[in-house]
């Protein structure tokens, strides 16, 4: 399957974004299709075997919309867009101008007759219909032209969207009142006296203005929830100082490789990701993982793209480069998450695909019910015309995208990455976190603080077994193994290390391998009872290192144990903070780990957790989430390594540690790309923010309907005698949606609580 993203123009209300996504859908190999009508991009999913990109595109041409292929994410990209919504925004302005002196001088010929006042400063030629036909005519040609042409091929597709509301709406205004001056004019030619009817240009040209006033507004609304993901983009450095044949040399961003060494000063932004292999410095990555604190980074540290360095100057080897970095990769999880949909949108999904037909279907009852009832064709149309225009379903389709589009955002400022808006939306309802231990509540990087052996105390003999258990755990990619040889090297163990052969990993229980064909074996007190070796020798030590928080490790050579290795794993500084933070959120922290029970508990104590799954082997994590789930409970895991990608996966919302291996990141929905457990709280507390957001906007969006359609269509008028001018229809509909986008930008002020 291949993931493509479009940028689609034409579209002017949810209406539009379904059609377009069903046209898609309808393409014979595409499996999956997001359209974010709030971002004016699809996110589609296809078999490239079946179909291509040019058959999608022909589908949304087909349904009377433009669709163009999205190419990589580049800073380039954000300047092309952003000139393209300024160019719209623009052409918006100039009908908006236009629109607004035309209204403004048809209102006021139409003063003295809707106040029943002698006016006599303004001039009697603005109350001819003769003129205010030639004033009308330009706005509902040119600057009306969008609503009509679109609602025209709308109606060839057999289907309706807003742009069909507005033209049945206003055409309906426009040409009620051609009629009454063609009919008077006719009259008057004969020598005949007319009926007096009214004219209702100033509706008409008043209703596209407004509307057109308020899409202006929500356009330059919309391109502020997507400054995240223009913020990351424009982070990225334009050159980079590259060493070429002994020089240091200036180079476009693009002309840098892999292999590359490249050249930093103080204040310079990092052009890319790679790794310090010269001098030392502090790096402020607070634009990328959300950490406020620059970081020291020396010989053999990762930097990042687009990072800021602070103090010194150093050098460092380019190890990804362009849509390989971090930033490129943030920057697409951002734009996949705001252009997916959460299963909220569904019920405004499911509204929009009948909306418009039933509203036609009750404009067309409201003529008929007031032509029949009083004889009144001014009723009838006045009545008819209002139903049409507050009934746009446009706020509808901006309600959820636009929260999930500033929430992902805002997600990322702190250095959260959320994959999904079904991420997003989940994440509110959590109640059980469950913590892998290694390197997630604690550092991940353990240390050797204890050490003995069975036959004899010598320091040669220390040496020479520990260089055996060095030589085996050289060959594992455990946290732990790294552990144990930085500590033979650190006791004065020969190296380089001997070869091993035959060597096996047990998972979770210990690594095996033949040196100097010597049978070495290192691991859990369960693996070496189900290896049938006796451990009585060192129990005490290993009951005590145990009791003091410490992982311990049996080193058995032939069959016999020789030694006893006690590891510590020090507690993240945030952790305690983290755990705290979330219980008082009411949510049941758990810790989830491959130790032995006992070290477990001192670990849990320590970090405040009650409640410990302990000695759980990797495979059976996921079995343990499942364990949850049956509770009832809504579970995530917060995880690093690649045994714990199952249990990710597992739970309802999988949280990777950035800082660890990409299949556990990849098996997740939400990154905390810092490491930083308090990350969890924050994420949960932007998920509520956004959702309670979201509600806002659909309450919004509903209740200009609920509200306005029955008014609109004279359900007071028998009783109160009140009718919903046409023209404040126009205006309530206007700004329905952007009261909507203004809500929701105000999601930007969100500050976490930890």
């Not at 202006?216 to 223009?230: F, K, P, V």
């Amino acid at each position: 399957m291949e993931t493509r993203h479009l940028r689609l123009q034409g579209m002017s209300c949810a209406a539009c974004a379904n059609t377009i996504e069903q046209s898609i859908q309808g393409v014979p190999g595409v499996s999956q299709c997001n359209v974010n009508f709030a971002a004016g991009q699809a996110r589609v999913q296809y078999d490239p075997q079946r179909t291509d990109l040019k058959l999608i595109q022909e589908a949304v041409s087909q349904a009377g919309y433009t669709a163009q292929a999205i190419q990589e994410v580049s800073a380039e990209q954000g300047d092309v867009e952003k000139a393209a919504r300024e160019a719209e925004q623009r052409e918006l302005m100039q009908k908006v101008i236009v629109g607004a002196v035309v209204s403004g001088l048809l209102i006021l010929g139409m003063l003295p007759s809707m106040t029943g006042l002698v006016l006599s400063w303004i001039p009697a030629w603005l109350h001819n219909s003769w003129v205010q036909l030639a004033l009308t005519t330009p706005v509902q040609v040119w600057c009306g032209q969008v609503f009509f042409v679109k609602g025209w091929k709308a109606f060839k597709h057999h289907a309706a969207d807003m742009n069909t509301l507005v033209a049945l709406g206003t055409g309906a205004a426009f040409l009620y009142s051609l009629a009454v001056t063609l009919y008077s004019g006719i009259l008057g030619l004969l020598g005949r006296p007319a009926d007096v009817y009214d004219v209702y240009y100033e509706s008409a040209a008043v209703i596209i203005t407004l509307i057109l006033l308020g899409r202006l507004l929500e356009n330059r609304a919309r391109g502020r929830t997507s400054e995240a993901i223009r913020q990351l983009m424009g982070l990225q450095a334009k050159t980079a100082r590259v060493i070429r044949a002994g020089e240091e040399i200036d180079a476009p961003l693009e002309d840098v490789m892999v292999g590359d060494v490249v050249v930093v000063r103080p204040g310079e932004k990092i052009p890319v990701d790679g790794d310090v292999v010269d001098g030392a410095s502090t790096v402020d990555e607070s634009m990328v993982t959300g950490e406020s604190m620059p970081v020291k980074k020396q010989v053999g540290d990762e930097v990042i793209g687009a990072t800021l360095n602070k103090t010194g100057s150093f050098k460092f080897r380019a190890s990804r480069i362009g849509k390989d970095t971090m930033l490129a990769q943030i920057v697409k999880l951002v734009q996949d998450a705001q252009g997916s949909k959460a299963p909220i949108q569904k019920l405004a999904d499911q509204v929009t695909g009948w909306f418009v037909p039933v509203v036609i279907a009750i404009a067309i009852a409201t003529f008929v019910i007031w032509f029949n009832i009083r004889g009144n064709l001014t009723l009838a149309m006045l009545t008819t015309v209002g139903v049409l225009i507050i009934a746009c379903p446009c706020a509808l389709g901006l309600a959820t995208p636009t929260s999930i589009m500033v929430g992902t955002g805002k997600g990322a400022e702190n250095g959260i990455l959320i994959k999904g808006a079904e991420s997003l939306e989940l994440a509110h309802k959590l109640q059980t976190i469950v913590l892998d231990k290694t390197g997630t509540l604690t550092e991940g990087k353990p240390t050797v603080n204890h050490y003995a052996t069975v036959r004899g105390t010598a320091h040669s003999n220390e040496i020479k077994l520990l260089r055996l258990a060095a030589a085996v755990e050289r060959k594992s990619e455990h946290p732990l193994a790294e552990a144990v040889v930085q500590y033979a090297q650190a006791q004065g163990a020969d190296f380089p290390l001997p070869e091993v052969e035959n060597f096996e990993a047990a998972a979770g229980m210990g690594v095996q391998g033949t040196v100097s064909d010597r049978r070495v074996q290192i691991g859990t007190q369960r693996w070496m009872d189900t290896l049938g070796i006796d451990t009585t020798a060192l129990q005490s030590q290993r009951e005590a290192w145990e009791a003091a928080a410490n992982s311990t490790a049996w080193i058995a050579v032939d069959g016999q144990i020789e030694g006893l290795l006690g590891i510590a794993d020090a507690l993240k500084p945030s952790s305690i903070e983290a755990v705290k933070a979330l219980q008082k959120m009411n949510l049941e922290v758990v810790m989830l780990t491959g130790d032995n029970r006992q070290t477990a508990d001192a670990i849990a104590r320590e970090a405040g957790i009650k409640r410990v799954f302990a000695e759980v082997r990797p495979a059976q994590k996921s079995a343990q989430l499942k364990y949850l789930q049956l509770e009832g409970k809504t579970v995530a895991m917060v995880g690093d390594g690649i045994n714990d990608s199952p249990a990710l996966a597992q739970a309802d919302v999988g949280i990777a540690i950035g800082t660890g291996t990409d299949v556990a990141i990849a098996a997740s929905d939400i990154t905390l790309i810092s490491g930083d457990l308090r990350g969890i709280v924050t994420a949960i507390q932007l998920s509520q923010a956004t959702m309670r957001n979201i509600r806002q906007n659909l309450f919004f969006a509903f209740i200009y309907n609920v509200a306005g359609i029955p008014i609109a269509a004279g359900i007071l008028y028998p009783f109160l005698g009140w009718l919903l001018n046409p023209m404040i229809a126009g205006a309530a509909m206007a700004f329905s949606s952007v009261s909507v986008v203004t809500n929701a930008l105000r999601l930007r002020d969100f500050r976490p609580r930890v």
